[in-house]
C-alpha cells in the first residue's frame, strides 16, 4: 500500500459525460500528479499541483481539469467524454523536498470505461 | 519518435535465470532515470533510482545507466516468479525542481517467470 488514495475504483460512464476522479496523497506530501495509462499511448503524465498551485502541465485535454484543494487532496475532472479517454487513470505524490530524492509514490489507479 | 523506447516483450524466463530489461531515449537533458514495477491493474511500484550514469544495486536488482549511449538496463538475478510484472523505465530531466514529478516512462516490458 503505498498510501495514495484514489476514488472510485472503477466507473463506467456513457460519451459526453463528464467524471470526477478524487485522489488523497500520502501524508505529509505535498505534491500530487495525474497520470494516464492506455494500452496505446503507454503511462502519460497528465498535472502536477504542488501545495494548490499548478506546476507542470503534460499532454492533459482542454476538456480535462483538475485542482489540488488546501487539505491536499486533489480532483481530476473529465468532461465531454470520449470513448478514447478509456483508460486507467494514476494519481501519485511526493513530498518535493530538495534532499529527498525522487521517490513518486503512485495511487491503485481508477478504471474509467466510457461506452 | 518516442522519447523513451522500451521493447515490450512479451519476455518468458525460467526461474533463477537473469533478466535484462532496458529502455533508450533520446532527450539529453534526461538526468533522473527510474524502474517501477507494475502488476495486472495495480499501481507502478518504484524499484530503483539513479542518478546520471553509473551502477546501483539493491538485492537481486542492479539498474545501469549510460548517459553517452543514451541507455539504460536493469537486470534481475535469480528471478522468481514473484518477479512476474511488467516493468517500466521512467525518466525526469529536472535535476531535483519542483517539477521533477514529470516522468516520461517507456512502454514496459511484460515480464514471465515461470517454475
Known amino acids: 500500500d503505498s498510501g495514495v488514495t484514489q476514488t472510485p475504483k472503477h466507473l463506467i460512464t456513457a460519451t459526453g459525460q463528464r467524471v470526477t476522479l478524487r485522489c488523497s496523497p500520502r501524508s505529509g506530501d505535498l505534491s500530487v500528479y495525474w497520470y494516464q495509462q492506455s494500452l496505446d499511448q503507454g503511462l502519460q503524465f497528465l498535472i502536477q499541483y504542488y501545495n494548490g498551485e499548478e506546476r507542470a502541465k503534460g499532454n492533459i485535454l482542454e476538456r480535462f481539469s483538475a485542482q489540488q484543494f488546501p487539505d491536499l487532496h486533489s480532483e481530476l475532472n473529465l468532461s465531454s467524454l470520449e470513448l478514447g479517454d478509456s483508460a486507467l487513470y494514476f494519481c501519485?505524490?511526493?513530498?518535493?523536498?530538495?534532499?529527498?530524492?525522487?521517490?513518486?509514490?503512485f495511487g491503485e489507479g481508477s478504471w474509467l470505461t466510457v461506452v | 519518435q518516442k522519447e523513451v523506447e522500451q521493447d515490450p516483450g512479451p519476455l518468458s524466463v525460467p526461474e533463477g535465470a537473469i533478466v535484462s530489461l532496458n529502455c533508450t531515449y533520446s532527450n539529453s537533458a534526461f538526468q533522473y532515470f527510474m524502474w517501477y514495477r507494475q502488476y495486472s491493474r495495480k499501481g507502478p511500484e518504484l524499484l530503483m533510482y539513479t542518478y546520471s550514469s553509473g551502477n546501483k544495486e539493491d538485492g537481486r536488482f542492479t539498474a545501469q545507466v549510460d548517459k553517452s549511449s543514451k541507455y539504460i538496463s536493469l537486470f534481475i538475478r535469480d528471478s522468481q516468479p514473484s518477479d512476474s510484472a511488467t516493468y517500466l523505465c521512467a525518466m525526469s530531466a529536472n535535476a531535483g525542481g519542483t517539477s521533477y514529478g514529470k516522468l516520461t516512462f517507456g512502454q514496459g516490458t511484460i515480464l514471465t517467470v515461470h517454475p
Open positions: 501519485a505524490s511526493s513530498v518535493l523536498s530538495m534532499g529527498s530524492g525522487n521517490t513518486i509514490y
